[in-house]
């Protein structure tokens, strides 16, 4: 398949990352995101990332830019990968959009971490171009992408996406489409766990993440991950878990509750478990 014009919706952290990284590739992208100011704010975002990869002999920012194009709806593409909020509904409308405006051999995609890809499938009339396309974050710098088939995702749009997924640099793992898919049914736990030591007293939350560091060797604690994930984005993700799985065991911690009620949602509000 031709993806040499790639649609992003959704400008924001992971959007942005997507869209630069398909860019680099050599390819067009088209940006789109409903919000005033989003896409603005996600072309510096990249710029930064950019001038930084720049630095260690990566590709020249403007040239990288100069392929992607803030678009102000959506638009015809040869692919369009979604990177919107964690939000069925929301999502839901966007692949309905897609659908309607994207020409009838066009693949749409998501970037969910969590929503069944099925479900999105059902809003098109094309559930065999359907697919999930998980990066992570930050996208530029992490290569795995997990490719999500849905109950009626065709043999070439996988194998599609696989090689896609290869070309942007990134390594492919596929997953079938069960609720979390394989990342965040495993690392949701985690998370939730950690929050629970430390609504529980058992340490803080410098501690908690120093001992899965050093002792788990991951680059990154629990808690500071879901600081950087955005801690609403984490409650959502369970809330899927939770309700598609039907295990107690994936009920978001209280104390995450607390903070996403509370506007500390991590980085992103300058405050979560950490200050920033």
């Known amino acids: 398949m031709d993806f040499e014009h790639v649609l992003v919706v959704g400008a924001g952290q992971m959007g942005g990352g997507i869209a630069q990284v398909v860019a680099a590739s050599g390819r067009h992208v088209s940006l789109y995101d409903s919000f005033p100011g989003a896409t603005d704010r996600g072309l510096e975002t990249m710029r930064?990332?950019?001038e930084k990869l720049a630095?260690?002999?990566?590709?020249?920012?403007?040239?990288v830019l100069a392929r992607v194009t803030p678009v102000e709806e959506i638009v015809p593409a040869a692919l369009m990968i979604?990177?919107?909020?964690?939000?069925?509904?929301?999502?839901?409308?966007?692949?309905?959009?897609?659908?309607?405006?994207?020409?009838?051999?066009?693949?749409?995609?998501?970037?969910?971490?969590?929503?069944?890809?099925?479900?999105?499938?059902?809003?098109?009339?094309?559930?065999?171009?359907?697919i999930g396309m998980h990066f992570f974050n930050p996208v530029p710098v992490l290569k795995l992408v997990e490719v999500i088939r849905g109950l009626e995702t065709s043999d070439e749009t996988a194998a599609a996406i696989v090689a896609l997924a290869v070309d942007l640099g990134k390594t492919p793992a596929e997953a079938r489409d069960l609720p979390g898919f394989v990342s965040n049914r495993i690392l949701m736990p985690f998370i939730n766990e950690a929050a629970y030591a430390l609504l529980e007293g058992v340490a803080e939350p410098e501690a908690i993440d120093t001992i899965a560091k050093l002792g788990f060797a991951h680059p990154m604690g629990p808690l500071a991950l879901a600081d950087?994930?955005?801690?609403?984005?984490?409650?959502?993700?369970m809330e899927v878990l939770h309700h598609g799985l039907g295990d107690p065991k994936y009920a978001p911690c209280p104390l995450l509750r607390q903070y996403v009620q509370a506007g500390r949602l991590g980085r992103?509000?300058?405050?979560?478990f950490y200050e920033y």
């Open 268 to 272: 992103k509000a300058g405050r979560g």
């Open 228 to 237: 950087l994930i955005g801690l609403d984005t984490c409650v959502a993700i």
């Open 55 to 63: 630095e260690k002999g990566g590709a020249d920012p403007d040239e």
């Open 48 to 50: 930064r990332s950019l």
């Open 82 to 130: 979604e990177a919107v909020v964690e939000d069925i509904d929301t999502k839901g409308e966007i692949f309905r959009r897609a659908d309607a405006t994207l020409p009838e051999r066009a693949v749409l995609a998501s970037n969910t971490s969590s929503i069944p890809i099925t479900s999105l499938a059902a809003a098109t009339e094309r559930p065999d171009r359907v």
